[in-house]
């Protein structure tokens, strides 16, 4: 009974966390200093966005630009999500919005200008300048993507941290790397001639999608060594909990709170999803940042590897060998187990 109870922890922990992350971070979804314009020049937009910015009490950072096409280009480098062309009584209004880089974005500005509009007495057209792929309308597609990568990489940590646990860490580290090649060539795939997400870009996906995997597996195996059972569990919160709430995929971080929105900063997720994004949509705009924080988290996962093999080999000459492979069979029993419930 002690032992069910003891493992009877692992998906208690994981119910909990995960109330906490997806709740925490999806629950209720507000603007804050989310950067818009409104087009023209003069004093009548001058007036119109310090009054937005000031009844917004934080959630709009609003400025100006002169022009429509000025503010088409601010859409497509993503320096800001809505750009508002003022009506008047008998004149339609436009919202310029681009649905590629956050639907969920696009929503709110249009529920924003759309009682604007009202209030101006013009009817509003809304204009998407960067709409997503047509067979990933709302542009989430990306996201799950991302689901099914995390997924077969960090349940392959469980594996490799089980069945694997008797190999050297050489070996481990090389099945990783081919483990995460797998799992980017099944993505690419799914992201293409499956469910057609993108029409191109799939070479650049695909390089992402394998830097993306390989960062978790290397991270995983390493901290095998050290969290032994509970493994499965540190790397569900580092690449799910905290990983799928702070990417953006669901919410940008203007929608979301100070926590989840400074992980969005540099969490590995977050830089697959908007390196995609920049890659497919925003021509490649913001692309090279979006690489680096992945090829960093796949760095770190190489140092962890490097660590957690110097103690391996400090231990192996410490122990005796029968004594190492009588550790290694309960330790594989116990994270089978985890595999089972990833």
Not at 1 to 16: A, E, F, K, N, Q
Not at 296 to 302: D, E, I, R
Not at 309 to 338: C, K, L, Q, T
Request: with cysteine.
């Amino acid at each position: 009974m002690r032992h069910v109870l003891i493992h009877l922890l692992t998906p208690l922990l994981m119910c909990v966390g995960m109330g906490l992350a997806y709740l925490g971070a999806f629950a209720t979804p507000s603007p804050h200093e989310m950067p818009v314009a409104v087009v023209g020049s003069g004093a009548a937009p001058q007036a119109l966005a310090h009054s937005l910015e000031e009844k917004a009490d934080g959630a709009l950072e609003v400025r100006t630009v002169t022009g429509r096409d000025e503010a088409v280009r601010q859409l497509r480098s993503q320096d800001v999500f809505g750009a508002y062309v003022p009506g008047d009584r008998g004149r339609t209004a436009e919202l310029l919005v681009a649905t590629a880089g956050s639907d969920t974005t696009a929503t709110a500005v249009e529920k924003v200008f759309s009682r604007v509009a009202v209030a101006q007495g013009a009817p509003l057209k809304v204009t998407d300048v960067v709409p997503a792929s047509k067979d990933d309308p709302t542009g989430q597609g990306i996201f799950f993507l991302l689901v099914a990568l995390s997924i077969g990489s960090y349940a392959s940590v469980a594996v490799l941290g089980g069945a694997g646990a008797a190999l050297p860490m050489r070996l481990r580290a090389l099945l990783a790397a081919g483990t995460s090649l797998v799992v980017s060539l099944i993505g690419v795939a799914f992201a293409g001639p499956v469910f057609h997400l993108v029409d191109h870009g799939l070479a650049g996906l695909w390089g992402m999608a394998w830097i993306y995997s390989a960062g978790i597996l290397f991270v995983g195996v390493g901290l095998h060594t050290f969290l032994k059972r509970w493994t499965t569990l540190g790397v569900m919160v580092l690449f799910v909990m905290l990983n799928f709430t702070s990417s953006g995929g669901v919410f940008r971080p203007e929608l979301q709170n100070g926590f989840f929105a400074g992980l969005h900063g540099f969490w590995n997720g977050a830089g697959f999803v908007e390196g995609t994004r920049s890659l497919v949509y925003f021509g490649s705009e913001g692309l090279g940042g979006h690489v680096t924080t992945l090829v960093l988290w796949l760095v770190a996962g190489a140092v962890v590897v490097g660590v957690a093999w110097a103690v391996e080999a400090a231990r192996a000459r410490r122990a005796s060998g029968s004594a190492e492979v009588g550790r290694g069979g309960g330790d594989m029993e116990e994270e089978m187990e985890e595999a089972v419930g990833v």
